[in-house]
């Protein structure tokens, strides 16, 4: 079993910064692949970014490339996702998800975090 946390999660005007943050524990999480996925009020969940289990290879959806990005360190078992130029359409609840392999995560992940919200103004 994996436990998710996420925590970063806030109030902020177009054009800001947020970093969330995901905590994972339980055994062998630091070899996993994990990633963010959101969803907006009355929208399906979607895929914003997922990063692999050493942090060599990312993949971000098209609608936060080069705004957000995904790291990872290991060594706190803690995932992050650094987002910038925030647009008011980026407001969504965030989850943190982690799988075994990339194409796990990708596609459905085993386990969630409970999510962290993100509200961007205009």
């Known amino acids: 079993q994996v436990q998710l946390v996420e925590s970063g999660g806030g109030l902020v005007q177009a054009g800001g910064s947020l970093r969330l943050s995901c905590a994972a524990s339980g055994r062998t999480s630091s070899s996993y692949a994990m990633g963010w996925f959101r969803q907006a009020p009355g929208k399906e969940r979607e895929f914003v970014a997922i990063i692999n289990w050493s942090g060599s290879r990312t993949s971000y959806a098209d609608s936060v490339k080069g705004r957000f990005t995904i790291s990872r360190d290991n060594a706190k078992n803690t995932v992050y996702l650094r987002m910038n130029s925030l647009k008011p359409e980026d407001t969504a609840a965030y989850y943190c998800?982690?799988?075994?392999?990339?194409?796990?995560?990708?596609?459905?992940?085993?386990?969630w975090g409970q999510g962290t919200q993100v509200t961007v103004s205009s």
């Open positions: 998800a982690a799988d075994q392999t990339y194409t796990r995560v990708a596609g459905r992940p085993g386990y």
